[in-house]
């Protein structure tokens, strides 16, 4: 597997500031993405968030940069000599870096999943890629079979839409944030929800993510907080004045240590998890809202989608962008994608607004996939943990839809109605969300 997925972790420093940006002169060893200076230009955005159409730029702040630095390349340095390389004259060729080879991709339809009565907030895949979570504008999470597209349950209980959802690390649990403002936590194996759902935000919740361990989950919401919570306590651990808009995306990365968020102030925030402080703030020139991040598998990045319709991948740690994709269509609506591999190569793949989904090269940043299939937005995409697994989205059109990779002269397709997945048929048109949906994936609020 290639460094995309290669993990190095370390606590998060102890960083006393609140509000500062940050953006110290740091370099990381980036081997599988490289740097593209060209990458710092762009167009103005056409859409800015509710605060103004003000630039802001980020700016050298103290010294956080240089000790956060310093724990990557310590990991980089420790790693590299564990491995004890002996060059020499005659094994130069070896040791030189291969060709790259472009991705080719070929993404088919395989299963139509119907049931739902609205249009599809998210679409998750299980820890162990055997399930995949379906939320919606009509109140419910169903779960499917990953591998055949077969219903297994539907889980009711929200009081409003749910725009939200995600899996435990062990992939028996479900998290699910609604416009009711609450967060429930459900048994996949039965679909029963905990007894107690998570109370404390005062508007929408719109992302979850489960640390690591399982034993932390971090929620952003309408009412412009991000809030970590204690699940075996089943409490509020620490409430982060994170922005001044609606928080529309929030993500853990992989060790625990760090927490990332975003909202349409513009802003891309990063936490320690165990302080409650800001260590960096991400902001790019043209302040377009940020509407979703994920960190990237090997902790170094953070992907962001914004409304002017790119993704940029950040460095954090130097606090530069590094690469964008451009190619899709979100002006309006909050979009999600992932990460991918295919062979020994990155891939992000995000939804769109035009109904097709975008697949990029990470590291040439080209198109090297566009596929529709879906009825108007396409809100959600994500990827099997597994390589070369398949892509699940989910759209305005009510569907989910899983995709896998084929050979050109595989063009079967399969489709699993309502009737055979139990749920029922609804022919009104799917061009509807929940209200705090609405509000967070059409923003167009006035400038």
């Known amino acids: 597997m ?3 997925n290669s993990a190095h972790s370390s606590p998060a420093p102890t960083i006393h500031r609140k509000r500062r940006r940050v953006d110290d002169d740091m370099e990381m060893s980036t081997p599988r993405y490289g740097s593209d200076e060209d990458d ?16 802001r730029r980020s700016h050298s702040s103290d010294g956080s940069a240089d000790e956060l630095g310093h724990a990557y390349h ?9 491995l004890g390389y002996q060059r020499s004259s005659h094994s130069y060729d070896a040791l030189s870096p291969p060709a790259y080879k472009p991705i080719k991709l070929k993404y088919k339809t395989k299963f139509i999943l119907k049931g739902h009565r609205k249009g599809v907030s998210q679409v998750r895949f299980s820890p162990d890629g055997r399930w995949i979570a379906s939320c919606s504008a009509d109140g419910t999470i169903k779960v499917w079979d990953a ?5 297994m349950r539907t889980m009711e209980g929200h009081l409003a839409g749910v725009s939200t959802i995600a899996w435990s690390p062990d992939s028996n649990t479900i998290a699910s944030g609604s416009d009711d403002k609450a967060i429930r936590l459900w048994n996949r194996a039965t679909g029963k929800p905990f007894a107690v759902p998570l109370l404390g935000h005062h508007n929408y919740v719109y992302s979850l993510a ?3 361990k399982g034993n932390m989950l971090v929620s952003g919401s309408y009412d412009e907080a991000v809030f970590l919570w204690d699940l075996r306590a089943r409490r509020q651990m620490k409430s982060l004045p994170a922005h001044s808009d609606p928080v529309g995306g929030v993500d853990f990365i992989r060790d625990g240590t760090l927490v990332c968020s975003c909202s349409t102030d513009g802003l891309i925030r990063v936490w320690d998890t165990s ?3 800001c260590l960096r703030t991400l902001v790019h020139e043209d302040n377009p809202p940020v509407t979703t991040v994920r960190f990237a598998p090997n902790g170094k990045y953070i992907l962001a989608w914004t409304l002017d319709s790119y993704v940029r991948l950040w460095d954090y740690v130097s606090g530069t962008c590094k690469k964008t994709y451009q190619g899709h269509v979100n002006t309006k609506f909050s979009i999600g994608g992932a990460f991918g591999v295919s062979g020994s190569e990155a891939f992000v793949v995000s939804g769109s607004e035009d109904g097709n989904l975008v697949f990029w090269d990470v590291k040439t940043k080209d198109i090297i996939q566009k596929v529709g299939g879906h009825e108007g937005v396409v809100c959600w995409v994500d990827t099997s943990p597994q390589p070369n697994g398949a892509v699940v989205s989910g759209g305005m059109d009510g569907t989910v839809r899983i995709w896998v990779n084929v050979d050109e002269d595989d063009s079967e397709i399969f489709r699993t109605d309502d009737q055979k997945l139990g749920g029922r048929r609804d022919d009104t048109p799917r061009d509807d969300v929940s209200d705090g949906a609405q509000n967070v994936r059409s923003l167009m609020d006035e400038d």
């Open 74 to 82: 310590k990991r980089n340095r420790s790693r590299s000599s564990s």
């Open 2 to 4: 290639s460094d995309f």
């Open 40 to 55: 710092l230009k762009y167009r103005s955005s056409t859409r800015k968030s509710r605060r103004g159409s003000g630039h």
């Open 210 to 212: 489960f640390s690591p």
């Open 275 to 277: 302080t409650g402080q």
């Open 147 to 151: 591998t055949n597209g077969q219903h």
